[in-house]
Structures are given as structure tokens and as C-alpha cells.
């Protein structure tokens, strides 16, 4: 991830004049324990599978990548010019932890691994336009009987 002060001034001022919402609530809530608990994950890395729609660079849609898959057979179109892939290349799970999740499933630490995950493109599109993809996903996690989500920030 680059830092503020290493962007041009152009690039840090437009993401210091991205506007994020404020809440009149707390909008936080308990839920089971962690051994109890359906996990998905959401990652804003740009991945998904080959045969897949790659993203664009203001694109607001997501990818399915399901539980089953290899992460080995995903491909990453993410289009900020400041994302470094070496590591993706060496580790899909530096920025798509679904092995991870897998273990943590196999050894009793979390209740299970959801049926499908989400990728989307998160560079080049102001944050009040992915209000319509966040409710769909919302939708889609509560089909799947999600109660936790790793949300993995690209």
C-alpha cells in the first residue's frame, strides 16, 4: 500500500476529498462465538476466475469466487496503477485468505467457510457509488447464512 505523502499531490488530494459516511449509530452487534460462526470473505483485490468478466477501472460490480475452488485458478484485473502483485503472485492468500479460512475450519477454530466469496475492484470509483453492490452482497452473505465476514482491503 503506497502512503499519503509518497502520492503527487494530485493523487493525495483526491483521495483526502473522498467523502465517507458518518453513523448515528453504533452499527456494531454481537454474534456467536468464533467456533460458531459462518465466515466469508471479501476482498478488494480485483480477483476472479478465469473464465470470469474482468474489471474495469471504475467498476462498482463483483466476482463470485466459490468456496470450492482452487485459489490457484484465480486471476487478479485490479487497476490501480500503485498495486504491487508480487505478493499475489507468490501467495493468493496475501490478499485472499480462503486456505487460511480452511484451516481455521479444519481445526475447529471458526464453524465454517461460506459457500461463496466476493472480490470487487476497489480503486477508481467514489465510495457513494458501491451503495447498490454492498446491499446485493449484504443480501447474498444473509442467503448463505454469513454471521462473519474477513474483509481483506486492497
Known amino acids: 500500500m503506497v502512503r499519503l505523502n509518497d502520492l503527487t499531490d494530485a493523487e493525495r488530494e483526491h483521495i483526502m476529498a473522498k467523502e465517507l ?16 460462526r459462518r465466515v466469508a470473505l471479501i476482498t478488494t483485490a480485483g480477483l476472479h476466475r478465469l473464465e470470469d468478466d474482468a474489471f474495469t477501472f471504475v467498476d462498482v460490480t463483483y466476482r463470485v469466487i466459490p468456496a470450492s475452488m482452487e485459489t490457484s485458478a484465480l486471476t487478479m484485473t485490479h487497476s490501480s496503477v500503485h498495486f504491487d502483485r508480487s505478493g499475489f503472485r507468490e501467495d493468493v492468500n496475501t490478499v485472499f485468505p480462503l486456505d487460511r479460512l480452511r484451516e481455521l475450519e479444519a481445526d475447529g477454530i471458526i464453524g465454517s467457510v461460506a459457500d461463496h466469496h466476493y472480490s470487487l475492484m476497489g480503486a477508481g470509483w467514489p465510495p457513494e457509488m458501491i451503495g447498490p453492490t454492498t ?9 448463505d447464512h454469513v454471521d462473519a465476514i474477513c474483509l481483506v482491503p486492497i
Open 21 to 36: 459516511p458518518s453513523f448515528d449509530a453504533e452499527p456494531w452487534v454481537d454474534g456467536p462465538p468464533l467456533a460458531d
Open 135 to 143: 446491499d446485493e452482497l449484504a443480501r447474498l452473505l444473509r442467503a
